[in-house]
């Protein structure tokens, strides 16, 4: 029988000091859950009826004290690493009626303004991640200061099939202007759910000032005090006139049109509220928001996207197949084997997310230098958007180097990245001239979209060292990485990999090797499936606008013919070669391309949970989340094919109840 929710509850705790030079008494609110901010047990601050009434009665207490004359200003700051991220989901989940679920937004949208409507001056003290409801908190206050490591900042209400509930619709616009705001909470949730790092936020307006995190509290302190005291004033973009209206709004319907095809009721609220917004008063805006949140509550897009949220944020660290950490050896010094658009995508992340030494290696010096070039004009494009310091950018172009010599260039490398494109003989031979050159240590850490751990060993002395991490990320915000499994692997080579794959952002899903590994192999089958549909004759052009067209009603967030020109029509053949299996018999029905691509879909997890490549479906649905293949809105892809009828009538029983099969080498 299951559970109860029980609420995570988020405590407020007050406390009074003196501000710098004499700025007068300041109330200080921590949010505090309780749980420690790192490890297994970490849970961010969020809110529930429970953690919405503490901070009420915080507020009671610094409003009293406000009307008393006692205290010049307000602030209201996180714990460790987390600022927090709004609503408790887990208590969402429990959420049975349409009273229950607005009887919390209401409550939200009543305590939060508050902090808005004291007789002083109220702060936000954003000290990190900040999502959801917890970005609307801090909307609620006068001034906001934000960590310069802050890693994350998003509206993604939209992407979970609901729209900002406590105030935000009002508030942003007001502060960042109209279109910005489409941009976060339309534009950014549609494309797989992008986040702000610090300088963006703040470049976009966000916060009034980055605060450094080394004494990141007595620092913005510090700045509440200049900004109480005159020192310091904060200027605000003014009124934005129709003109900005109209042209949002218009971006926002285009925005909509492209991304969901009519299909998802949020982002059509959302729409409805900005216009609201635009002329509307303050009450009416949070009024129409929290109707809305609560009609979407309750819809199967948000039911859905709970489930692809939990299994994102849970899965792959409790995964049984995961490498032992305490096996990892540590990577100072990378060197990437490519010089293409991989090696350089690569060469960028390994830069700006490690700052460690990168070697770029390949032959031709023309080849190399165009590549280094490239990166280095990528750092100039990060500056420029505000997503990296002048600073960082300058350190990072001063670590990446590149050559021809591999014996010379790879000698010290803690870690050899493969990224070369070509037949399977260019990658061995690659690959060969790096392990001579390497320490005994170093793994070599193949990246390849098709070829099998066995097929690239061919002549290594030392196979046990070669790992598959394949980053099948297509999208902007994809973050999976897949880490290929076998028993000749050397576990400390696997673990460094898995490591490094975190380091650099990735969630990493063990699973058995096998050419495609998961993401590939199931691209080619429904976009193979989609192109046959689409008819030897049509044109490319034809056949792109075929497959997109096919697709409209999932929304996907990635059209397929995207990910199809990224991984290119011989790869996707030249995959369907090699996997085992022909999809159900007859597949595509006339009129129904899209029926029969997920049908041939079905097959093919089939297949991969009855070969062990995955350890269950859950794997595949963790996969196409993380990758940014598939929705959050459809929930994961089993689900969808369970629910719509297609895995029974293709596989005469639901994927969900499918056998996991001994043995899984993942």
Known sequence: MRQPAVETVTAAHVRFLDLPEEAGRFALITLDNGLPPMGPAMRPATFGPEGLAALDAALDTVAAAARAGEIAGVGITGKAFVFSTGADLALAAAVTSREEAS???????????????????????????????????????????????????????CSLGLVPAWGGAWLLPRLVGPDTSVTLMLDHPLAGRRMLDAPTAHGLGLADTLVEPGGFLQLSLQWAADVLSGTTVVERAGTFDDAAWDTALDRGREVVAARTHGVLPAPRHLLELLELARRGERDEV???????????????????????????????????????????????????????????????????????????????????????????????????????SADGADSCAGLISVSTEPATALAAADAVIEATPGDLEAVRESLRRAENAVPVTCPLVSTTPVWSRSELVAGLKSPERLVRLHFPNVGETGALAELAGSREVDEAARATAGQLAGKLGMQCLPVADSPGLVVNRLRARFLGTLLAAAGESAGAGDAAAAIDGACEELALPVPPSRVLRELGEETVGRLLETMPGDPPGGGITPGAPLDGALAALAHEIRLLVDEGVVADARDVDFALLTCGDWPFHLGGVTPRLDDSGISEKTLGRRLGEWPTAPGTDA
Do not use: W
Not at 289 to 315: G, I
């Open 103 to 157: 009887a919390t937004l209401r409550q939200g949208t009543r305590v939060f303004r508050r902090l808005g409507e004291l007789p002083v001056p109220s702060f936000a003290f954003v000290n990190g991640v900040a999502i959801g409801g917890g970005v609307e908190l801090a909307l609620h206050c006068t001034y906001r200061t934000l960590s310069r490591s802050a890693p994350a900042l998003a509206l993604p209400e």
């Open 286 to 388: 949070f009024a129409a928001a929290e109707e809305a949140a609560t009609e979407l509550f309750m819809s199967r897009e948000f039911r859905a996207s709970l489930y692809a949220l939990r299994l994102t944020q849970t899965h792959a660290a409790g995964h049984p197949g995961q490498p032992d950490p305490r096996r990892a050896r540590p990577v100072r010094r990378i060197g990437i084997l490519g010089s293409g658009a991989t090696a350089r995508r690569l060469a960028l992340l390994c830069l700006t997310k490690l700052r460690i030494p990168v070697v770029l290696v390949d032959d031709g010096q023309e080849t190399v230098d165009a590549a280094l070039a490239h990166v280095r004009k990528e750092l100039d494009r990060l500056v420029a958007e505000g997503r990296i």
